[in-house]
């Protein structure tokens, strides 16, 4: 495929699916829909006493895009505190929006999305995983099933 939107390092993230599935027990969580084209992500954490990610969850009915996005999460959140998370959205959305540098590591695989900077309506996509996440720092501890 030469469509830089769907390159293979998008391809092959999605197609790892790294965290797909579900948690026997979560702390939290939360989910996070795009109703103009139906994607849809839920996810469940596990957090530590210190408040950092021990593991992560997701179930993602989206495209290519939004699956790629949530497996870089599911392959690097382990260890992130909510701030950390809003930071990487700040970052990811500089990139996509003013083609800033991609974020810093553990999320460094986030440079992969490049491609959509031109797909404005693609963003969201991207972005997706990262607000449902962020939908479930907002939660009571221990509220989420």
Not at 22 to 32: C, E, K, T
Not at 40 to 50: E, Y
Request: net charge negative; glycine share 6%.
């Amino acid at each position: 495929m030469s469509d830089p939107l769907y390159r293979k390092e998008i391809l092959r993230l999605a197609a790892d699916a790294h965290g797909a599935g579900r948690l026997p027990y979560v702390d939290l969580a939360g989910a996070a829909h795009n109703p103009t084209c139906g994607d849809k992500v839920s996810v469940g954490l596990a957090i530590g006493v210190d408040g950092r990610v021990t593991a992560v969850a997701h179930d993602t009915k989206a495209c290519v895009l939004a699956q790629a996005s949530a497996s870089i999460l599911g392959e690097r959140l382990k260890g992130a505190r909510q701030e950390d998370v809003e930071a990487l959205a700040n970052d990811v959305a500089a990139m996509l929006i003013n083609n800033a540098d991609a974020p810093a590591p553990p999320f460094e695989a986030y440079a992969a999305f490049q491609g959509a900077i031109t797909h404005r309506n693609r963003h969201r996509c991207v972005l997706l995983p990262i607000e449902a996440v962020l939908n479930a720092f907002e939660q009571e501890p221990n509220q989420a099933a």
